[in-house]
DNA sequence: CACTAGTGCAA
DNA sequence: TATTGCACTAGTG
């Protein structure tokens, strides 16, 4: 866009079409609202954007540090709604904020920051944070107040950084994965929507056969998506047994209706008809209309603010949670195909989580285990059952599985006992045999919690903390609570780090070698890249050998790879 | 239109 | 009475 043009910006789509035709990395001024004077850095009065295929990704500046990047480019577009006001001169714009040679804050930094000093904080609203960590009063945001305390919260990154150790968390991790993400938001990923539309149609008939069937089984016609008309059907009308309850009333969940599908028919349809229905709703009717018209792809967030233990997240659409599980299921993932000529690579890491735990234990048996190249889960059921690991049966070797993620998310034997379907008193037993097995997971995790309770925060292996002040409530609830975040938070927080660090270094190298390869997802212990067919062996070895050496450990990082034609086969 | 509750998808 | 997320529908105000 030239300089002079006007662009009018009155809705989301607008702003939306109006960002892909600019050149990736150019930035673009953008007035904020109400502002009618010049560009004044006080007031933090310009946004600069770097075009986001449909959507803005707000490099500097910006009415609200809280918000994620697509946050406050609706609340621009809002706040600019109905009104025709921007237009204005955009490169003169862009080259006054140039010529001021960066001294603006860059507001995504900054706010990388505050997530290092308490990723756990709830909210990012700018006036909390400043009252946090600038010991300022909250609320009041004059004007001219949220670009001083942008400014000051900037300013005093580094002292506050090093005071916590974080520096190299921030330079070599936080910071550049920023440029990573947004590279990914805008590359996008391309969907076959007509995969996508036959599916559609065919959960419709599914659904509709599956409607009738439920009416016929309760007597009456209803809505299957309420759960209160269908907890009165099921508890009140047909007197089904009560297996559990809500805050408001009888729980319908799917556990639920498993119970009650041994004595009834109905449950069983009901679950049909909830597994179809999520489907069609949340997946194969929605993802059509967030593929982007100018780029066809669907361009998702990932958010880095979010998340308490430092992983990202993903949204409009969330992308971290596309189905898998199920052969149903994965018809949606393998709508996800890459361009002609390209193939998926996806290279996940192999039980990162319970290889950081034999890292920061340093349980023997587990590194041991790890070294060996065992099946882990064999390896813990042979310990825990008291078998050799060759007569290890598959219904003990899920039970080991189960035990030993339990473990990680900090589970009570009640917890375990539901996972596994048996009583709490054997998950006890079990629970008890594999802390025997394994003492040093148990005097970490003890320590862990210990730690947490006198320092007020646990870390990651990089230093990421994660406050914990219900490890001191008075209250058992909470502070169990409490205890199982300060458990799990390191560890699912330095498998998060790693993963940082792989991505980082994945966007290096790919720019380095210049390769056409992009990295398109992460989805959490998984990086999915586009490649050109050419380039798939060359990317096989570049990711396993960058990923499985993102840090060393006392335990090997294992990566594998596969590669395919769309999202289901990889 | 904003919000909560219940539910279910992923790692 | 298992960790971290996001988003759907129903229902309320």
New binding site residues.
């Given amino acids: 866009m030239a300089g002079g043009d006007v662009a009018t910006l009155a809705d989301a789509a607008a702003l939306g079409q109006y960002l892909t035709q600019i050149p990736a990395g150019e930035p673009v001024a953008v007035e904020s609202v109400g502002d009618g004077g010049p560009p004044d850095p006080a007031i933090s009065a310009v946004g600069l954007f770097h075009p986001s295929a449909g959507s803005a990704q707000f490099v500097c500046a910006g009415p609200d540090v809280a918000q994620?990047a697509d946050e406050r480019g609706r609340a621009l577009v809002a706040a600019l709604g109905g009104r025709t006001l921007v237009g204005h001169d955009v490169k003169a714009l862009a080259e006054w904020w140039l010529a001021r040679g960066g001294t603006l804050p860059p507001v995504e930094d900054t706010a990388v920051v505050a997530y290092l000093l308490n990723?756990?904080r709830t909210n990012y609203k700018l006036e909390e944070v400043c009252a946090e960590l600038l010991g300022e009063g909250p609320g009041i945001a004059r004007p001219g107040t949220r670009g001083k305390w942008i400014w000051d919260l900037w300013a005093m990154a580094p002292r506050a950084l090093a005071e916590v150790g974080l520096e190299r968390l921030y330079e070599d991790v936080e910071r550049p994965l920023i440029g990573v993400l947004a590279e990914m938001e805008r590359h996008g990923i391309r969907v076959d929507q007509a995969r996508l539309g036959e599916f559609s149609r065919e959960l419709e008939v599914h659904l509709e056969r599956t409607t009738k069937e439920i009416f016929g089984l309760a007597g009456e016609e209803f809505?299957?998506?309420?759960?209160?008309?269908?907890?009165y059907i099921l508890f009140e009308k047909l007197k089904l047994p009560v297996v559990?309850?809500?805050?408001?009333?009888?729980?319908?969940?799917?556990?639920?209706?498993e119970q009650l599908a041994l004595g009834h028919e109905l449950p069983a349809r009901?679950?049909e008809h909830?597994?179809l229905?999520?489907?069609k709703?949340?997946y194969a009717?929605?993802l059509p209309t967030l593929v982007n018209p100018t780029t066809g792809r669907i361009h998702?967030?990932f958010?880095q603010l979010?998340?308490?233990?430092g992983?990202l997240?993903?949204?409009?659409?969330?992308l971290?949670?596309?189905?898998?599980?199920?052969e149903l299921?994965?018809r949606i993932r393998a709508a996800f195909v890459p361009e002609a000529g390209r193939r998926f690579l996806a290279a996940?890491?192999s039980q990162?989580e319970l290889r950081i735990l034999a890292h920061v234990s340093g349980e023997e048996s587990l590194i041991e285990a790890f070294r060996r190249g065992e099946d882990i889960h064999a390896r813990t059921a042979s310990e825990v059952f008291g078998v050799p690991l060759d007569a290890v049966t598959p219904e003990q070797r899920d039970i080991a599985k189960?035990?030993n993620?339990?473990?990680?998310?900090?589970?009570?034997?009640?917890?375990?006992s539901?996972?596994?379907d048996i009583s709490?008193k054997q998950a006890q037993e079990f629970l008890d045999r594999f802390f025997a097995r394994h003492p040093k997971v148990k005097a970490y995790l003890a320590r862990t919690v210990k730690e947490g309770r006198e320092r007020g925060f646990v870390a990651t292996l990089l230093g990421r903390r994660r406050y914990l002040p219900e490890l001191r409530s008075g209250n058992p609830?909470l502070r169990?609570?409490g205890e199982?975040?300060a458990?799990?938070?390191p560890i699912?927080g330095t498998?998060a780090d790693l993963v940082k660090i792989a991505m980082v270094r994945m966007a290096a190298e790919l720019r380095a070698h210049r390769l056409e390869t992009r990295m398109l997802l992460q989805?959490?212990?998984?990086l999915l890249f586009e490649v050109p067919t050419g380039e798939v062996e060359r990317l096989r070895a570049l990711a396993t050998e960058v990923m499985e050496s993102a840090v060393s450990l006392d335990v090997p990082l294992r990566v594998d790879v596969k590669v395919g034609d769309d999202w289901a086969a990889v």
């Fill in positions: 994620s990723p756990a809505n299957i998506g309420s759960p209160k008309q269908l907890a559990k309850r809500t805050k408001t009333g009888y729980s319908t969940d799917a556990d639920v209706l009901i679950i909830r597994t229905a999520k489907l709703s949340t009717d929605a998702t967030s958010n979010v998340a308490a233990t992983r997240s993903s949204s409009a659409p969330n971290q949670n596309i189905p898998v599980r199920t299921g994965r996940d890491y990162i189960t035990t993620f339990s473990v990680i998310y900090g589970v009570t034997a009640f917890g375990l539901r996972g596994l709490p609830n169990g609570f199982r975040m458990t799990n938070a699912q498998a989805v959490h212990d998984e």
